[in-house]
């Protein structure tokens, strides 16, 4: 690893767990704008200023550098703001109609951290399921002053208010390979619907969220599927590890790893619980199913996530895409082809199953004009 990420990760670490930082490490010169730039690209800013306010002020960055930091930190505690109050518009509005929603990942997982307001947010994903969907979104769409457009997916309906992207889900998850679909569908059922091992409140309000037995595996098979998409960063891996350090006392650890095992992807889950206890700090005793022979396949997954960035934004392979419609689907298909081959080694059963069903969609996608 090089010095850069070293310092980096220390940073990133002491904000992580309210720890010191390990001073040794910036003896040497410091690139404080590589820093801030890996920390901007993998949407963890935050979490790296609570870090960097716990080194020697001589060791500190630059005034210059230090006032660029202070902007981004007010925009992301300005938008944790708008996120919430738009929630709490957005759940007053479902629940008066008799519609009660779960939230998914963003601002459940925020909560976790020692300063939530810092932690770089994104949309706002309700659960609805299919049952009262429709009505769902219904009520929604006649709600306060569009600011972006409005669309549906197979997974959900998609809308903005007040410059926030808000999404009802119909389907909490879903994959194209349709083995795996049926697992994922039964364990949403199990735990989600049915309320098997019991919903949590979020911050003492009316608006519920998931049970930590689903959590823990749901908010690893979404950062998996993004990162199989488009690559992701940091932040992701950051909640995940959260969760379950928080809620290791209450999670069945072995059910864990059965439900994980049933979705295919334990060779991925180990592979990223190396990362999470090498490189994020997270006990080993917290993370169910450590595997230290996955220590290589991490430090190239690491590679991967530090190289792309927050869903892959600013992986090398990205340019401008044409706005021809066929030219721009070559394309995003010569930028998907090159990123699966970077990471098919990691997994390669689970990976190029979903791969090869991600690309029989995006044909029909293609052929349909759509």
Same mark, same amino acid.
């Given at each position: 690893?090089? %010095?850069?990420?070293?310092?980096?990760?220390?940073?990133l670490r002491a904000g992580l767990w309210d720890l010191d930082v390990d001073t040794s490490?910036?003896?040497?010169?410091?690139?404080?704008?590589?820093?801030?730039?890996?920390?901007? =690209? &993998?949407?963890?800013?935050?979490?790296?200023?609570?870090?960097?306010?716990?080194?020697?002020?001589?060791?500190?960055? %630059?005034?210059?550098?230090?006032?660029?930091?202070?902007?981004?930190?007010? =925009?992301?505690?300005? %938008?944790?703001?708008?996120?919430? &109050?738009?929630?709490?518009?957005?759940?007053?509005?479902?629940? *008066?109609?008799?519609?009660?929603?779960?939230?998914?990942?963003?601002?459940?997982?925020?909560?976790?951290?020692?300063?939530?307001?810092?932690?770089?947010?994104? *949309?706002?994903?309700?659960?609805?399921?299919?049952?009262?969907?429709?009505?769902?979104?219904?009520?929604?769409?006649?709600?306060?002053?569009?600011?972006?457009?409005?669309?549906?997916?197979? &997974?959900?309906?998609?809308?903005?208010?007040?410059?926030?992207?808000?999404?009802?889900?119909?389907?909490?998850?879903?994959?194209?390979?349709?083995?795996?679909?049926? /697992?994922?569908?039964?364990?949403?059922?199990?735990?989600?619907?049915?309320?098997?091992?019991?919903?949590?409140?979020?911050?003492?309000?009316?608006?519920?969220?998931?049970?930590?037995?689903?959590?823990?595996?749901?908010?690893?098979?979404?950062?998996?599927?993004?990162? @199989?998409?488009?690559?992701?960063?940091?932040?992701?891996?950051? *909640?995940?590890?959260?969760?379950?350090?928080?809620?290791?006392?209450?999670? *069945?650890?072995?059910? @864990?790893?059965?439900?994980?095992?049933? @979705?295919?992807?334990?060779?991925?889950?180990?592979?990223?619980?190396?990362?999470?206890?090498?490189?994020?700090?997270?006990?080993?005793?917290?993370?169910?199913?450590?595997?230290?022979?996955?220590?290589?396949?991490?430090?190239?997954?690491?590679?991967?996530?530090?190289?792309?960035?927050?869903?892959?934004?600013?992986?090398?392979? /990205?340019?401008?895409?044409?706005?021809?419609?066929?030219?721009?689907?070559?394309?995003?298909?010569?930028?998907?082809?090159?990123?699966?081959? =970077?990471?098919? /080694?990691?997994?390669?059963?689970?990976?190029?199953?979903?791969?090869?069903?991600?690309?029989?969609?995006?044909?029909?996608?293609?052929?349909?004009?759509?």
């Amino acid at each position: 690893m090089k %010095s850069v990420e070293k310092q980096f990760f220390s940073l990133l670490r002491a904000g992580l767990w309210d720890l010191d930082v390990d001073t040794s490490l910036f003896e040497e010169p410091i690139d404080w704008q590589t820093i801030l730039e890996m920390g901007r =690209k &993998q949407t963890v800013l935050g979490v790296l200023a609570d870090g960097i306010a716990k080194l020697p002020s001589e060791s500190r960055p %630059s005034k210059k550098d230090t006032q660029w930091l202070q902007s981004q930190i007010f =925009k992301i505690r300005k %938008s944790h703001l708008l996120l919430n &109050q738009t929630l709490k518009e957005v759940t007053e509005l479902l629940l *008066d109609r008799g519609i009660r929603p779960v939230l998914l990942k963003g601002q459940g997982v925020a909560r976790l951290y020692r300063y939530p307001e810092q932690r770089q947010c994104g *949309d706002i994903d309700l659960y609805i399921g299919e049952t009262l969907y429709t009505k769902a979104c219904e009520v929604v769409s006649a709600y306060g002053e569009k600011s972006g457009k409005e669309s549906e997916s197979q &997974q959900h309906y998609h809308f903005n208010r007040n410059g926030v992207s808000v999404e009802l889900h119909r389907l909490a998850a879903y994959s194209l390979d349709p083995f795996v679909d049926k /697992r994922l569908q039964c364990f949403v059922k199990l735990y989600l619907d049915n309320g098997y091992a019991g919903y949590e409140k979020y911050n003492w309000s009316n608006l519920l969220l998931p049970p930590v037995q689903f959590d823990a595996c749901y908010l690893f098979y979404h950062l998996a599927k993004h990162f @199989l998409m488009e690559g992701i960063g940091l932040r992701q891996i950051c *909640d995940w590890t959260l969760y379950l350090y928080t809620y290791a006392d209450k999670l *069945d650890k072995e059910q @864990l790893l059965k439900d994980i095992r049933s @979705l295919g992807m334990l060779r991925l889950w180990e592979i990223f619980g190396c990362i999470a206890v090498d490189y994020l700090g997270l006990p080993q005793s917290n993370f169910p199913g450590y595997n230290p022979l996955r220590r290589t396949q991490a430090a190239d997954l690491m590679n991967s996530v530090l190289s792309v960035g927050n869903f892959g934004h600013y992986a090398p392979s /990205r340019g401008f895409r044409p706005n021809d419609y066929y030219a721009g689907k070559w394309y995003a298909f010569r930028k998907w082809i090159w990123w699966k081959v =970077k990471i098919l /080694r990691l997994n390669p059963y689970w990976i190029g199953r979903v791969s090869l069903f991600s690309f029989g969609h995006s044909i029909k996608v293609a052929l349909l004009h759509r």
